[in-house]
């Protein structure tokens, strides 16, 4: 009886191909159109998914007044982090975070790449998966590098204990050694870094640059275990304003802003918030109006639908 149905059915496609193949064309496209508009939604949804301590992490930022109007910005003065650690017993651990564009040698060859300057708690704030060693910084002579930019290097994702030679200016070098080879972050992390080095080595490449400086801004994290504690923390470090307002008049911070990570980069994406120098996420017209795209192309498929089915 149902192979008689379905060769009856058949027979019927058959007098009306090019009806359906308008529809079965329509139908695919639009469902198509729908299925990319999910998976550009999820990439937002999922963004940052693989740090396993993201709900204990949070970034702080400036709210700046200019003109009598508060805005916020991504980014903190460098000392900001050493007088957190130093001062407040709430947070765990503090993470700070630069980035500058370097000139690598790696044997006879020369590369343009940034260099990625944090604290040595970076890696076990942020998960990262190791092909090789374990991701300690212990000294400054030390680099953990992506398997992607080891392959580039070295052709050959086993990188450990090679050297890489940054050329610095007045023709100074720095020598550094393989400690650590990783797979390379998924495209929805804050972080597509290529190469990472300790803080402290940021100061020896510009050595301008003091670690106790106000006037110079980075990216800083902080790791708190207890969620309720994050309102006390504000107002400890509230008074450093003041460090801030005394060097730049130029660059007036009212108060901190403590944000959770766990969607901070679609946030930034969405708000388009100045200073931030970690990757964000898709903007907010980017994901809603693919999907409103998507719902109206398969709409305008089904009405196809039934009009070709009414014609038929």
Not at 140 to 151: E, P
Not at 215 to 243: G, H, M
Request: glycine residues 6%; contains cysteine; hydrophobic residues 40%.
């Amino acid at each position: 009886m149902i192979k008689n149905y379905l060769l009856i059915t058949f027979r019927s496609l058959m007098k009306n191909k090019l009806f359906i193949f308008i529809n079965i064309f329509g139908m695919g496209i639009s469902i198509a159109c729908c299925i990319v508009s999910y998976f550009n939604y999820d990439y937002n949804v999922s963004f940052d998914s693989n740090h396993l301590q993201a709900p204990t992490i949070y970034r702080i930022g400036s709210n700046r007044v200019f003109q009598n109007e508060a805005k916020e910005y991504g980014f903190v003065p460098i000392a900001l982090g050493n007088a957190i650690r130093q001062n407040v017993p709430d947070v765990k651990e503090v993470v700070r975070y630069s980035r500058e564009n370097s000139n690598l040698r790696v044997g006879t060859d020369l590369f343009q790449q940034q260099m990625s300057y944090v604290d040595p708690s970076f890696f076990k704030l942020f998960t990262y998966e190791f092909i090789e060693g374990n991701g300690e910084l212990k000294d400054k002579s030390q680099v953990c590098i992506s398997d992607q930019l080891a392959r580039k290097y070295f052709n050959t994702a086993n990188a450990l204990g090679k050297p890489i030679t940054q050329i610095l200016d007045s023709g100074r070098t720095k020598e550094y050694t393989v400690s650590g080879v990783y797979k390379t972050q998924p495209d929805n992390s804050s972080f597509n870094d290529k190469i990472f080095s300790l803080y402290d080595n940021l100061f020896v490449a510009d050595h301008e640059l003091q670690e106790n400086s106000w006037r110079v801004r980075n990216t800083l994290f902080i790791q708190v275990t207890d969620p309720s504690r994050i309102k006390a923390i504000a107002e400890q470090i509230k008074p450093y304003t003041e460090n801030n307002n005394k060097i730049r008049e130029d660059f007036i911070i009212k108060d901190w802003v403590i944000e959770s990570f766990v969607g901070m980069a679609v946030r930034d994406g969405y708000s388009d918030k100045p200073g931030t120098w970690t990757h964000s996420g898709s903007p907010m017209a980017a994901v809603v109006g693919i999907g409103i795209m998507g719902i109206f192309v398969l709409l305008i498929a089904c009405f196809n639908l039934t009009n070709t089915a009414v014609a038929m």
